[in-house]
């Protein structure tokens, strides 16, 4: 079993909405990631979870919140967005050398 | 940190072999991977090579890599139009995963 999964698929929020993504795991896997995805873009590097604890944040807004409650879980907190942040946002887990990503949250800030 | 390239579209006909090259700058990744992504989907991890690795070889998946000149490539055999999407390369190193621009395939009937 390789899946992550991530809730919900899509998300409309407008810019004073405060919102949560989730994203869950059962493989075991320790590190725990969240990407943002443009269109037609690589993936962009967010957060880097590691046995539960932050270990990168690459200069995020504070306006993104991660939590990661537990080894399998992991949110990530949405406030006062902006039209700019709309993008398809990626949970990705990874033991050893093997980096597993969800479906993605499709998300649209109006 | 680590740049990684690709060049943006690739087009060939059903059954042709494809092939979709990557350069990277620095040579301590030990990994390099290659991902495809569907259209309004997640990244699907299709292969992998260790950096100690010339070739490696999954079905109709080849993996190619050069280390002297940072190159990677992957060979897709007997292309499908269900081989259509978008592949990145991707390389690993200090707990974080850089991602190629993607290359589109376009995989014509």
């Known amino acids: 079993d390789t899946e992550v999964t991530q809730t919900p698929k899509h998300l409309v929020m407008g810019m004073t909405n405060k919102k949560s993504l989730k994203c869950e795991q059962h493989?075991?896997?320790?590190?725990m990631y969240w990407y943002k995805q443009k269109a037609k873009k690589p993936p962009e590097l967010m957060f880097v979870y590691s046995y539960e604890k932050l270990s990168i944040n690459e200069s995020v807004p504070s306006r993104f919140s991660p939590e990661c409650p537990n080894s399998s879980l992991l949110n990530l907190h949405l406030h006062a967005l902006q039209p700019e942040d709309s993008a398809l946002y990626l949970c990705?887990?990874?033991?050893?050398?093997?980096?597993?990503f969800g479906p993605g949250t499709r998300l649209t800030v109006t | 940190g680590e740049d990684v390239e690709q060049s943006l579209f690739l087009s060939v006909r059903e059954g042709d072999s494809s092939v979709i090259n990557c350069t990277y700058t620095d040579s301590s990744s030990t990994y390099l991977y290659w991902y495809k992504q569907e259209p309004g989907a997640g990244l699907q991890l299709l292969t992998y090579?260790?950096?100690?690795?010339d070739m490696k070889q999954d079905q109709r998946l080849t993996v190619l890599l050069n280390k002297k000149d940072k190159h990677l490539s992957l060979r897709i055999a007997d292309t499908q139009t269900g081989d259509s999407a978008i592949y990145f390369c991707a390389g690993y190193n200090f707990n974080k995963f850089y991602f190629g621009s993607g290359t589109k395939l376009n995989v014509k009937p």
């Open positions: 493989m075991g896997h320790r590190a």
């Open positions: 090579i260790f950096s100690n690795m």
């Open positions: 990705a887990s990874s033991r050893n050398s093997e980096q597993y």
